[in-house]
């Protein structure tokens, strides 16, 4: 099954104002495979795929599916040649029906055919595998069967390509596990499947061919079983310097250089309800780890006082405190990145300027406004030494990548100088280069005394930073890992509850 | 039958779950003003007369409950509900026909949707600003059409308006042994019409899927190959024709036009369709529940009436109280149901996994 070329692009170059997205790419898909589309953040993967999908138009270039050429101007064009795609943001509506959603927008027949929709849907939903009911409100299945859906929707259009950007980026362990078998079950029914993502060991659990971007450019395509993962990632970086092992030393010497700073005892809040104790000390990272929902973000939230505390006692430096709500915590010194860039760091309209200002003038007080001059100066110290990529202090921050709005975030709170920093997720859904540089700035705050836990689901990065691993599994600490024990092994471990 | 498993039911839609919660409330209520007032409220005439009083109102909200699931607002309602009683009175007074009326009425109802639906739709502009400019420029117009209250002098309307359907089944004896039928107004028939219609159009026809895809993601909507604007374009049109409707019943019903008729419809009708299960943010609402959510509304009324606090403030009081309080209920059952905490009672259908 696995050979005849089914989508071409030859030459495709795409410019926005002032920037060169896209330069003479070519990119080629045959029916039956899984082609990974790979490159950090603003080496052009997302506007190759939307000028495949219609919704930017191409400057220069040639697509053709199946030998043909084709124009494709919007989204509907780009379904009528049999592209479909599959995007990280749920595009499917959450107050319809599971049957409708896959039928929506589809025939043009006046009235709807209720019976025959749902049974076809139902008989599609067997077929795929795909745990959900055709009755079923949508918002009441989860994040990955509504992924699901949306693909059992593209595979019943007979799409020949189907664009899979990021699927797998908020789905835990089962779910994508979940989701390569329904990947694998449409490779065999000879669908070219083009998968975007950051994840690289899932390119390599589930890819046969991997196309490189970089910097708008093609750097080349290969078959996954000639590229190893070093290899990848250094065409990613175009480095040959391996940049990753040159810090992967692991992060025994970030271990405590002093006195206790936060300690609680019982600590609970309303969405971690089992009380647990901690503490960091100064100079000290230490990480919290489990598999996604086993409440390592709810932990740390709770410490930050960003859910409702129910219960426990806090101490910081030796004093008692009352850590309530974020403002207490920050005007105690601690800060918190949150999980959620899109929804709870960036305030995408704002400037790079103000987003970084904003956390300082909330604990100033609005009362007290930061000047202009100052504004300026502390948003160009950071990001020179942060090294964010951005026009001015005056770009607004939603135009920035994903690596450098988090820079921005970071800097937001390090200009608070707080003596323990929360880093939650901090590497998620940006590019090798940067998830790099702030692995270092975690180690280089620790050496000057900062207190850090850094939360991530990639266990290395973990390993690479922390001194000391809390294990956590069901909301429960089920572990702590520290010195010679912290091995992948021993946290999988911990995590699987096997015990060692 | 032992053998075979049993077909599990569906946990409701949100959009089946406030409709039941609507219907339930307004049983209650009036089952309680049963109870406790008895009298008018025993006899079927109440009913009637509530549907007599509201029909004009039960199709102005049909037409916020469109705009409102395709995630919209339409406050010219009552506006253009002014203007199309004040224009057609005039018509009718001045040597017009019945017929002629009613093709004015559709038509100005037409214009208004047309304007706002292309504004709103193709121009972008947003629905709250372009339908308040609506309502400005109705209310103005139905003032210069005529600034001095007017009745209706055309005989053949007058015969229309009193027309009335009378069914004996559903009467009262009155205390001097005379069988008194209930009575309906010919408007009432128009509403209850429209019910059925915009019910059917909203479940059963593609236009009406796809205006409920506008209100749950308008760029889902988009991405699924919905033709978004031309379908939020039908929705003030039809919004706007509805109106139109809306104003001629309710010159059947009154007989007069007056610069203040209609005053408050929008808000009136905006009401009727949360109460009846309308979420404000689109997707989710029923043309049933807001029928109910009329007739809430009206019980609420006749209650406050009945038990003796007739100054007129004490009907928005208590409406705005029961508002507000419909609204907590839904927002409340909403939120526990997004985190399964609700489950189906069993009277409603039997066990089912959360």
Known sequence: ?500 | MAGKTIKRREPLTDTQLLLTITICIFAVMYAAAMAIWGGGFLRWQQVFDMLNNNASLIIVACSLTIVMIGGGIDISVGGVTSLVVMSCVVHLNGGGSIPTSILMALAIGLCFGLVHGYLIAYLEIQPFIITLAGMFFARGMTTIVSLEPQNVAHEGFQALMNRKIEIPFLGYTAKNGNLIPARMELGVVVALAIVALVYIMLRFTRLGRNIYALGGNSQSALMLGINVRRTRFISYVLSGLLAGIGGYVFMMHTGAGNASNAAGAEMNAIASSIIGGTLLTGGVGNVIGTFFGVMTLATIKSIVTTSGLREPWWQSITTGAMLCFFILLQSVVLSRRGKGGLKRPAWLGGKIKG
């Not at chain 1, 909330?362 to 007290?368: A, C, I, R, T």
């Open chain 1, 1 to 500: 099954m696995q050979n005849d070329v089914v989508l071409t692009m030859r030459g495709i170059c795409k410019s926005f104002p002032g920037v060169r997205a896209l330069h003479n790419v070519d990119f080629t898909l045959r029916s039956g495979e899984v082609h990974a589309l790979m490159g950090e953040n603003g080496a052009g993967k997302s506007t190759l795929i939307k000028v495949l999908t219609g919704v930017y138009g191409k400057d220069a270039g040639q697509i053709a599916i199946e030998g043909k050429e084709v124009a494709i101007r919007s989204p509907q064009d780009a379904q009528a040649s049999g592209i479909s795609t599959v995007y990280q943001e749920i595009t499917l509506c959450p107050n319809l029906t599971v049957a409708e959603n896959m039928f929506i927008g589809r025939d043009k027949s006046a009235l709807v055919p209720w019976k025959e929709m749902e049974r076809k849907a139902g008989e599609l939903l067997r077929s795929l595998d795909i745990p959900a009911r055709p009755k079923q409100q949508l918002s009441s299945c989860s994040l990955a069967v509504q992924q699901m859906i949306a693909i059992a929707r593209a595979v019943d259009q007979h799409c020949k390509v189907l664009v899979l950007d990021e699927p797998t980026s908020s789905l835990d362990d089962n779910e994508v596990a979940m989701l390569f078998k329904l990947m694998r079950d449409l490779k065999s029914r000879g669908v070219g499947i083009v998968f975007v993502t950051h994840f690289l060991g899932q390119v390599y659990e589930i890819s046969d061919r991997i196309t490189v971007l970089r910097n708008g450019e093609l750097v080349g395509e290969y078959k996954v079983e000639e590229l190893p993962q070093l290899d990848l990632v250094s065409k990613m970086m175009g480095k040959e310097l391996d940049d990753l092992s040159a810090i992967s030393v692991s992060g025994k010497e970030t271990g405590a250089k002093g006195e206790t700073v936060y300690e609680a005892k019982g600590l609970s809040s309303a969405a971690c309800p089992n009380p647990f104790d901690f503490h960091i000390a100064k100079g000290e990272v230490n990480g919290f780890t489990g598999l996604l929902g086993s409440g390592r973000s709810e932990s740390v939230r709770a410490i930050f006082g960003a859910d409702r505390v129910t219960g426990g006692s806090v101490t910081m430096n030796g004093q008692s405190v009352k850590v309530q709500k974020p403002i207490d915590a920050m005007r105690k010194g601690i800060a918190y990145l949150s999980e959620d860039r899109k929804d709870d760091g960036i305030i995408a309209d704002l400037s790079v300027r103000e987003n970084i200002i904003l956390a300082l003038q909330v604990m100033k007080g609005f009362g007290k406004p930061i000047s202009q001059a100052d504004a300026e100066a502390f948003a160009d110290e950071y990001i020179k030494a942060l090294e964010i990529k951005t026009a001015s202090t005056d770009t607004p921050i939603k135009s920035l990548s994903g690596g450098n709005q988090q820079k921005v975030i970071l800097a937001r709170w390090l200009l608070t100088h707080p003596q323990y920093l929360i880093l939650d997720e901090p590497t998620r859904g940006i590019d090798v280069g940067t998830k790099t540089e702030i692995q270092r700035l975690v180690l280089k705050l620790s050496s000057e005394g900062m207190s850090v836990t850094f939360i991530s689901s990639e266990i290395e990065e973990m390993l690479r930073t922390c001194s000391r691993l809390i294990v956590m599994r069901d909301r429960h600490i089920v572990g702590e890992l520290t010195g010679d024990a912290l091995t992948q092994d021993n946290v999988m471990r911990t995590i699987a509850g096997g015990g060692n």
